[in-house]
């Protein structure tokens, strides 16, 4: 059973691909996507009045300043587990956008994934264009606005002697 489309324009843009591609290959319109039940391991609200008890947490207080997701890894997850780990908060936020609008209210911001691990993901982090974070310890990277954090690899900043985190220039 296909979803039906949701307006003209949905159903004049999807016949115009299908069209365009006509034997090329097999173009499916409306094709359902359906998620196995998935589950964050911590989904984090965090309370605006306390957030100086938060900075006393350290590093994990830190993390926390806003809505996020911790996905703690005991090994370094591939490219498929961090891609796993975006598609839960990216679910997690198409959630609160239609609770939101149900509720004709403005929609929190995405949550930003933090991913723990022991060690450095190279491949999820080069699909990912994931850098070092500015002011943040040695062991936490970014990549674009919304995509995934890391954080807690081998060189944490306990390990490197650099518990402020100063900027080491890189990006």
Known sequence: MTAPMQTPFD?????IVEAALDGLGEV??????????????AFV???????KERRERGLLGRMTEGPCAIEPFHETPGVD?????????????ARHRREALAAKVLAPPRPVLWIISPGRPE???ERWAIRRMRAWPTGCYASAPHGPRLGGDERAAA?????????????
């Open 11 to 15: 159903y004049l843009s999807k016949g």
């Open 28 to 41: 499916h319109l409306q094709h359902e996507v359906l998620a196995e039940v998935q589950a964050i391991d």
């Open 45 to 51: 609200e965090p309370d605006p009045a306390r957030w």
């Open 81 to 93: 587990r961090v891609d796993d780990c975006v598609l839960k908060v990216g679910a997690l936020h």
């Open 123 to 125: 491949t999820a982090m």
């Open 159 to 171: 390990h490197e002697g650099d518990p402020a985190g100063a900027d080491d220039g890189g990006g």
